[in-house]
């Protein structure tokens, strides 16, 4: 079945370490995403990439980076820099056009 | 910028009653809407689209929405609701026209089916 992986479901981070998150999809989708979801919020864009080796900007990317080196994957680094990491993180992808996006199953992320 | 608003974070509802999650969006172009459901420690899966065309949409598992262009709003509605529908439910707006093709998303509504 074609789909959206994401890992670990779990992940835990110590204090000034990066951790990186997987995404990788099989949909041969050209668009993919990263979302923040914090509880009582809706999730919030981090990073996108429409293309490979192509990414933007999202409304949250500070303290994060991605990198877009082949079509299904789309990995998420949490830096140090960012100071509150702790979230639910979403990773979707879409075809071209008006297609809805896909989403992953998540990985949450904790402070020890 | 666009933006999405759900008016209700919880909204608790007995088995077989019908239920309205409210949502309004503002956005200074037009927009291509959504509904999401998520169960806990999942992501999220499509619900319903509103493209074009018909402004009464229906989706999966018996729900559908109402895109109202004047009121900005596009309400999920179900006449018969069951425990298994207990879930978060995302409304969720793309703007035509734009290259970002991302989702901006409401704040989210709780749905408690109660026996």
């Known amino acids: 079945d074609g789909g959206i992986t994401q890992s670990p479901k779990y992940l835990f981070r110590k204090e000034g370490q990066n951790v990186t998150l997987s995404c990788e999809q099989n949909?041969?989708?050209?668009?993919m995403y990263w979302y923040r979801q914090d509880p009582g919020q809706g999730l919030r864009l981090i990073y996108y990439s429409q293309i490979v080796n192509d990414f933007q900007k999202g409304d949250i990317a500070e303290g994060y980076s991605v990198s877009r080196e082949k079509k299904e994957s789309f990995p998420l680094t949490v830096t140090s820099a960012q100071k509150n990491p702790t979230a639910f993180y979403l990773c979707?992808?879409?075809?071209?056009?008006?297609?809805?996006?896909?989403f992953g199953d998540g990985t949450r992320l904790s402070i020890l | 910028a666009q933006s999405v608003t759900q008016l209700d974070s919880q909204v608790p509802v007995f088995e077989e009653a019908p239920v309205e999650l409210r949502c309004n969006y503002s956005s200074s172009v037009s927009v291509y809407l959504f509904w999401y459901v998520q169960y806990p420690n999942q992501g999220l899966q499509l619900l319903l689209k509103?493209?074009?065309?018909?402004?009464l949409v229906k989706g999966i598992n018996g729900f559908e929405a109402e895109f109202n262009k004047s009121q900005t709003s596009f309400h999920l509605r179900k006449p018969s609701v069951h425990i298994s529908d207990t879930a978060e439910y995302f409304c969720a707006v793309s703007e035509l026209d734009t290259g970002r093709r991302a989702l901006t998303f409401g704040s989210g509504t709780r749905l408690q089916v109660q026996p």
């Open positions: 979707a992808s879409t075809a071209t056009g008006n297609q809805p996006q896909h």
């Open positions: 509103y493209l074009s065309g018909s402004t």
């Open positions: 949909l041969n989708h050209d668009a």
